[in-house]
């Protein structure tokens, strides 16, 4: 019964984090690019008090073992990068990705990170810049009088100078792709930082190589269903509940145990 006690906290721990990443979730319903994650868990170790195939009696054996639980652990949050829906925008620098791939960017002490997240703008030195004001590593730079931006489905990037309405080629933006996107890690502002778990980033250029392609004048949602989420949050929260009455049973059986030796 002691044991009960334990195993049944480590299942009302389980499910806390459950609703700790659900939570987070749902907080990021309307984030561009943000990918939902899920929890992963395996049980703990179990003690064996006979094993299967043990010798109970003279040529007979036990067909089962005799082995106890001793709860549940998290392995993991494990990122699941399935594509969220474009919605148009009508700004002609935000790009949706359509497909496997990253937007690189590069921090101030120039060091890479990763984002789906395709809302682009320029600072006022003409350079093509995340929200946050972070360059895209790519290195563009539009010039003062160029307008009518275009954006190909390859990532090249071109406008319009001039009364004359003469095309510039401003230059070609490309995506990175990951042997294993889920080891990322989560460094916030919708980036993500390069892991041994995630392997070396390839870069390439879009539609080329299993990369995708990118959607002018649109971004990719967040890939989050709440009536998904709901259901999850509902499942944990039952969980929960069943795992607290086995220690509340747990108590009541210590609580007889005790009475019998009054």
């Known amino acids: 019964m002691f044991r009960a006690l334990y195993t049944s906290a480590t299942g009302m721990e389980a499910q806390k984090l459950v609703v700790d990443v659900t939570a987070n979730n749902l ?11 899920h929890v992963d868990f395996a049980d703990l170790l179990y003690v064996t008090q006979r094993q299967a195939g043990t010798e109970v009696a003279a040529g007979q054996q036990a067909p089962t073992g005799l082995q106890v ?32 791939g990253f937007l690189r960017v590069t921090l101030p002490n120039g060091a890479d990170r990763y ?84 392997g070396i980033a390839v870069q390439g250029i879009p539609e080329q190589n299993g990369l995708g392609s990118l959607l002018q004048g649109h971004l990719e949602k967040s890939n989050v269903e709440v009536v998904t989420e709901l259901v999850q949050l509902i499942t944990a929260q039952r969980a929960y509940e069943v795992n607290s009455r086995a220690i509340r049973a747990a108590d009541e059986m210590l609580s007889v145990s005790r009475e019998l030796v009054r």
């Open 115 to 198: 984002t789906r997240d395709g809302a682009l703008r320029i600072d006022s030195q003409g350079r093509i810049v995340t929200g946050d004001g972070l360059l895209l590593a790519d290195g563009l730079n539009i010039d003062e009088g160029v307008t009518n931006i275009s954006i190909g489905r390859d990532g090249t990037v071109s406008g319009i100078q001039g009364d004359d309405g003469t095309t510039v080629n401003i230059g070609q933006i490309q995506l990175s792709r990951f042997p294993n996107p889920a080891g990322l890690s989560s460094e916030g502002g919708n980036l993500y930082a390069e892991t041994e778990a995630s």
């Open 69 to 100: 639980g001793s709860g549940v652990r998290a392995v993991g949050t494990t990122k699941l990068f399935t594509a969220g829906s474009p919605e148009a925008t009508g700004n002609p620098l935000d790009v949706a990705i359509q497909g496997e």
């Open 27 to 37: 907080a990021n319903v309307n984030t561009n690019g943000f990918k939902r994650s």
